[in-house]
């Protein structure tokens, strides 16, 4: 079992839609949790960190951390074409960060 | 002004070959970082070096040397390269090693073998 899982997608959703992408992990000693943005042939961007469980919003997105059932979430709020990328989850135990595969998201207008 | 730069950006060659791969950051920071990032998307990381120091080495070939001349700068040599070694590779920064430290990318050299 891979340390962090996340849904393969792809996934297609129409603009305006209610998007959630998800992780699940293995390793208990992962306390910080981050969602990165990769726009196709760029580099990732950090576009969400969280410590330990729990909700932060900021504008459209909300990422949501439980660390009971070592899962994490990405919500996107009225996507828009411009959220379409591949969104990658990383995890850090303080040793380095782990990514899942990542999932691309298309929202079509 | 790029944050991250890596150079080239493209790079193809033959199985055999040697070639390096060149990475700076005008950020400030100390801690610098190169990924590997497969066909399949999953972004793995290789080696991190924090003010010149080697700290992570994540079971790499020795065929694969990282050499950081300063803290600015972090290049990777790649000898005898092989058709596995077909990938883009990410050079990264931060400032610490704390994990809470957002880690700022390049746009990555995309590295084929003939």
């Known amino acids: 079992q891979k340390e962090v899982e996340q849904d393969p997608g792809p996934l297609s959703v129409p603009e305006g839609a209610i998007v959630s992408l998800n992780c699940t992990y293995s390793?208990?000693?992962?306390?910080?949790f981050m969602w990165y943005r990769q726009y196709s042939r760029k580099g990732p961007e950090l576009l969400m960190y969280?410590?330990?469980?729990g909700n932060k919003e900021d504008g459209r997105f909300t990422a949501q951390v439980d660390k009971s059932s070592k899962y994490i979430s990405l919500f996107i709020r009225d996507s828009q074409p411009s959220d379409s990328a591949t969104y990658l989850c990383?995890?850090?135990?303080?040793?380095?960060?782990?990514f899942g595969k990542g999932i691309t998201l298309s929202v079509r207008p | 002004d790029t944050a991250v730069s890596q150079t080239p950006k493209y790079l193809v060659t033959q199985m055999g070959n040697d070639k390096s791969i060149k990475c700076e950051q005008n950020?400030?920071?100390?801690?610098m970082y190169w990924y590997k990032q497969d066909s399949k998307k999953f972004l793995k990381i290789m080696f991190s070096?924090?003010?010149?120091?080697?700290?992570i080495n994540e079971t790499v070939p020795n065929r694969f040397s990282p050499k950081s001349p300063d803290k600015a700068h972090l290049n990777l040599h790649i000898n005898s390269l092989e058709l596995g070694d077909s990938a883009v590779y990410f050079c990264?920064?931060?400032?610490?090693?704390?994990?809470?430290?957002?880690?700022?990318f390049g746009d990555g050299t995309r590295l084929s073998i003939l």
């Open positions: 950020l400030g920071h100390d801690t």
């Open positions: 390793n208990s000693a992962f306390q910080y």
């Open positions: 990383a995890m850090n135990d303080n040793s380095k960060l782990t």
């Open positions: 990264a920064s931060s400032q610490g090693v704390q994990p809470n430290q957002p880690q700022h």
């Open positions: 070096y924090n003010n010149k120091e080697l700290i």
């Open positions: 969280t410590y330990s469980s």
